[in-house]
C-alpha cells in the first residue's frame, strides 16, 4: 500500500499573518537580548578599560604593569583593543615573537612582557605621531601596512 502525504497549502491571508506574527516576535525577542547583552559587554568593558587607564596612569606611564595586564583576561582584551582596529591576542603574541605568556614565562622573563606592552604602544604612538615609526621605504596603501609596522617595531625591542 503506497501513501500520498499532500504538502500543507496556505490561504493568502494567513500566510501573510502568519509571517507578520513571525516577524514581530523575531523583533521583540531579538532586540530584548540584543540589549541585554550589548549592556552587559558595554559595562564589563568600560570597567575593564577604566581598570587598564588605572594601572597605566591613563597610559602615560613609561612602565606599564605587563604580568598583570597579560594574565587577567579583561584587561588583555582590553589591552589588545588599544591597537586601532584591535588585534587578537593570538595576532600580539605572533607579532612580538611571543610563544607563552603565562605568568611563570613572563615573571622568568620580564623582557618578554615588556615586548607585548610596547607592542601595543607603538600602534598608540603611530596613530598619534604617524611620523614617528615611519620606516623608511615606499610608501604603501596596502591592507598589511599597519600589522608590518608592528612586526618590525617589535623586533627593535628584542
Known amino acids: 500500500m503506497q501513501f500520498k502525504l499532500e504538502p500543507p497549502r496556505w490561504e493568502h491571508d494567513k500566510l501573510e499573518a502568519d509571517r507578520a506574527r513571525a516577524v514581530e516576535e523575531f523583533r521583540r525577542t531579538h532586540m530584548q537580548v ?25 597610559l602615560t606611564d613609561s612602565k606599564w604593569p605587563a ?12 589591552f589588545c583593543s588599544l591597537a586601532g582596529p584591535p588585534i587578537s591576542f593570538e595576532e600580539l603574541k605572533a607579532i612580538a615573537d ?3 605568556v603565562s605568568r611563570a614565562v613572563l615573571a622568568a622573563d620580564p623582557r618578554l ?33 599597519p600589522l608590518s609596522h608592528l612586526l618590525l ?3 627593535l625591542t628584542k
Open 98 to 100: 611571543a610563544r607563552s
Open 113 to 145: 612582557g615588556d615586548r607585548l606592552v610596547m607592542t601595543i604602544k607603538m600602534v598608540l604612538i603611530a596613530g598619534v605621531f604617524p611620523g614617528l615609526t615611519r620606516v623608511a621605504r615606499q610608501p604603501s596603501r596596502s591592507a598589511g601596512q
Open 67 to 78: 604580568v598583570k595586564i597579560l594574565t587577567d583576561p579583561r584587561l588583555l582584551k582590553a
Open 153 to 155: 617595531s617589535s623586533q
Open 34 to 58: 540584543a540589549r541585554e547583552q550589548y549592556e552587559r559587554v558595554f559595562r564589563d568593558a568600560v570597567i575593564a578599560f577604566r581598570m587598564l587607564l588605572s594601572l597605566t596612569g591613563d
